[in-house]
């Protein structure tokens, strides 16, 4: 499935209703911010802003090798070091005084005036560090194309502001002057020094590279006899010394066990055969042994060391000598057997340690050579690192010397072109308008950040709202058919309004005003809708009204009372049949403003409390077919008038007397009245205002009024104008605007 198929379209509409019903919320943030940037567009003091342009000329870059010693364009980084020297209290300073600012009367007395008045200060001083301050924050420095550099100040006074940039202008021209003598000084200076630095440099490079070629040299001549030519022959060297030595040890350690059997029990230690001499000859042996593989590995090919072998083989015989002696002067007592494998096993020990010996020069050789080839390449690099480095410093030394840099240094004070120079490219000007503030982006502002905020606030407060809004979220949430959508019309405002301000007058008789009786109309679009009440409570009674019929809803507020009123009138008119309309809120009885009568003390509650009903008491309407019967008033309390026995008798004679009795009780979820009287009535039609009923209170009264008795036929949605304004638009077009207004039915 394409995924634009499975999205849900922006629907315009949808938004317009939403922003239509949180006008309120939308326009007072909108108009809040928009009254903002009105004031504060003609509120805040007019700022002037004076312009002046400079051009800084180019720096003449010295010759030679020199040239890059000295910089030569600066106009990159210029406008930093401007914008460092306008924050400079000395800079400051200097163009207070050349303005003269500090004398001036209207300049001073503004000074004063918002200066910080701090205790032992003179009034000069105060004077001065306010402007001081001023400039910092008004001063605006920034690069144009090229080396154009452009100064802006911003002020209150228009002269002022002139007087001030073209001060500053000035003061950047002669800082510009001075800067420039202060780098020909320094360049000499650098040329000097840099002399001195590079000679010294280019000794110590020079003295480091002839240590590297002498340690290099060194090493090269007390270095190992292994090269790359014999490498091979001394690794085998290494392996057959290393084989030889095994087997020394093996042949060893079966002397050693010969002795422990021929000599068991007669304490022949090998140690007694020890002397001076036996051990100088073990120590000769071990030196042959490195002749012998000193030998092997600088011999031609066809060499075997024999020299070097026969001086072997002569120490080995006077070593067995000299053991067998002192195996006799030791050991007198010992068998011959026994004292000749002392001899063999110490002279198999020496022998062992001689080829150790030998094994170990060799190991150290081969291992000598293996640093050298690793540590070469590292020398080599150091050593042409050392000579790139002397060379350049030579080069360095030599620029200096060559082009004799005292005669550059005398051409610059010449010239006087060796730093770069302010020159002034465009005047201050004299500003003919304010720049601050811009009053129409100020408007601007407020009209879009309100707009932001408005709309904002409406779709936080939207997406938290937790009231019913449309008839399908109705029937999905109650289970109950929806038997009109009452719009929100001027015959329900006024009916509101008229309640309203007939409760807040104390001891002042309300207003008489036309109810609705006089101005609900058929052909409006409140009695069109009605009368499609009408017709849907026919048809879900089989074309038979309920005789008794009740009209509640969950909280005050919501329009049950005004259309209990309305629906008793569209019966009236629609049926043709004697009607009693009820007020049965006997706490806050509110039907017979909505209606346009006059209160009564006499009503329902003295019926309910005499038990009989007394006609006298209903009154009737313009309608000759609509009685209404008020609440009335009573010293005892409402809970103990209503109660099922009393609402069933009381029912019962008015429908004895009337085919169809409407009932306007109270909310059910404030009192348990309409609980009651819904136990005794027909049907009962549950009120919900659209935008305004929450959904949890609605669903609880329903619920409760259904536990008391499951007659809840449907529900009317009230003042959905609130949210669908257009809805009932076509009403106010459709037929005859004369017969409109002038029908009453």
Known sequence: ?????????????????????????????????????????????????????????????????????????????????????????????????????????????WALAKARTIPGMRPDDMVEAFLVDFLRDAITVRRLRGDIFEVTIGDLAPMRAREFARAVADQFVISSKAAQLEAVRATQEFSTEQQQVYKRKLEEVERRLEASRRALLTSTLAGSVVDGSNLARARTLLDQAGLEVQDGRRRAAALRSRIAERARGEGADPDLLSSPEAANLAAELAALERQLAQALLSATPGEDGSSVRVLLARATSDLEATLAANAARALPGLGPDARDALVRYRLGLADLDARAARRGYLAAQVAAYERQVVSAPDRELEIQRLSQDAENARSLHNSFLQQSAAAQIAEAFENAKISGRFSVLEPANLPLAPGKPNRMMLILLGLIGGAVIGVGAVLVVEQHDQSVRNADEVESLLGLPVLGAIPRLEELQRSGRRSRSAGSGVGLPAPREHGLLHRLKVESPLGLEFRRVYLKLAKTRGRSMPRTLLVTSATRGEGKTTTAACLAITLARELRERTLLVDFDLRSPALHRALGLPSSSWGLAHILHQRHFDERYVRSTVLPQLDFLGAGRSEHPASELVDLPAVEWFLAEASARYPLVVVDAAPNLAVPDPLIIGRAVESVIYVIKAGSTVRKAAEYGVRVQREARENVIGVLINDLGEVLPQYYGYHSAYGDPAEVAGNDG
């Open 1 to 109: 499935m394409d995924a634009r198929e499975g999205a849900t379209p922006t629907d315009l509409r949808e938004i317009a209703r939403v922003l239509w019903r949180r006008k309120t919320l939308l326009l007072v943030p909108w108009v809040a911010a928009v009254a903002a940037g009105v004031a504060a567009a003609f509120m805040l003091q007019p700022i002037y802003f004076s312009t002046t342009r400079l051009i800084l000329e180019r720096a003449q870059s010295l010759p030679g090798a020199l040239g890059g010693m000295v910089p030569g364009d600066v106009a990159a980084h210029q406008a930093d070091v401007m914008r460092e020297q306008v924050q400079s209290s000395l800079f400051l300073r200097s163009v207070i005084t050349s303005t003269g600012a500090r004398d001036d009367a209207a300049t001073r007395a």
